[in-house]
């Protein structure tokens, strides 16, 4: 099998859970449509931590398309979770997806932001939940142990804010003001 891009030949190669086909002289990658998802988290974990606001470049398409490597019918333009960030090449009859130098990197940032970005706002609307909890809590211990008791512990400015925390709180629970 010969790279689609430049004929060089294609070599396999394991990166983590997938199974490749790398040209020899462009760098260029062949991988199962199935295994990309394994394959960009594995990238991605590499990558470590990664800014999510910095712009990428845009690997655009010449509007080449390229012959399969397999069937050499002409493949698919992919545009990669459907950013016009990488468009990569795909044959939809093989399930195989061609990666020029460079594109399968970009994809593994994409990967990593969206896993980032998920993550970020899972632990955001955690932290909120969590906060409505311990507000909660509060409210229901101040109601038990009388106004007097919590207010009497607090400083004026942690009172003041409470105040208004229970106000909020009465606000979303639909609770009766007193
Ligand atoms: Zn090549
Ligand atoms: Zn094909």
């Given at each position: 099998m010969n790279c689609p891009r430049c004929n060089g030949p294609l070599t396999e190669r394991t990166i983590g859970p997938a199974a490749v086909r790398t040209?020899?002289?462009?760098?260029g990658t062949l991988v199962r449509q199935p295994?990309?998802?394994?394959?960009l988290t594995h990238?991605?974990?590499a990558l470590g931590t990664i800014d999510l606001d910095?712009?990428?470049?845009r690997m655009g398409d010449e509007g080449v398309h390229l012959p399969c490597p397999q069937c050499g019918r002409t493949m698919d333009a992919f545009g990669y979770m459907g950013t016009n960030v990488v468009t990569v090449d795909r044959c939809p009859d093989d399930w195989l997806v061609w990666a020029d130098?460079?594109?399968l990197g970009l994809m593994a940032i994409l990967h990593a932001r969206t896993?980032?970005?998920t993550d970020a706002r899972n632990a955001a609307e955690k932290e909120r939940r969590d906060e409505r909890l311990r507000h909660m809590a509060l409210l229901i211990?101040?109601?038990r142990a009388g106004r007097g008791n919590i207010?009497?512990?607090l400083t004026s400015d942690q009172r003041r804010r409470l105040t208004h925390e229970l106000g909020e709180l009465r606000r979303m629970f639909e609770l009766d003001p007193d």
């Amino acid at each position: 099998m010969n790279c689609p891009r430049c004929n060089g030949p294609l070599t396999e190669r394991t990166i983590g859970p997938a199974a490749v086909r790398t040209c020899v002289w462009c760098t260029g990658t062949l991988v199962r449509q199935p295994q990309l998802v394994g394959l960009l988290t594995h990238l991605a974990q590499a990558l470590g931590t990664i800014d999510l606001d910095a712009p990428l470049p845009r690997m655009g398409d010449e509007g080449v398309h390229l012959p399969c490597p397999q069937c050499g019918r002409t493949m698919d333009a992919f545009g990669y979770m459907g950013t016009n960030v990488v468009t990569v090449d795909r044959c939809p009859d093989d399930w195989l997806v061609w990666a020029d130098p460079g594109e399968l990197g970009l994809m593994a940032i994409l990967h990593a932001r969206t896993t980032q970005i998920t993550d970020a706002r899972n632990a955001a609307e955690k932290e909120r939940r969590d906060e409505r909890l311990r507000h909660m809590a509060l409210l229901i211990d101040g109601r038990r142990a009388g106004r007097g008791n919590i207010g009497a512990a607090l400083t004026s400015d942690q009172r003041r804010r409470l105040t208004h925390e229970l106000g909020e709180l009465r606000r979303m629970f639909e609770l009766d003001p007193d």
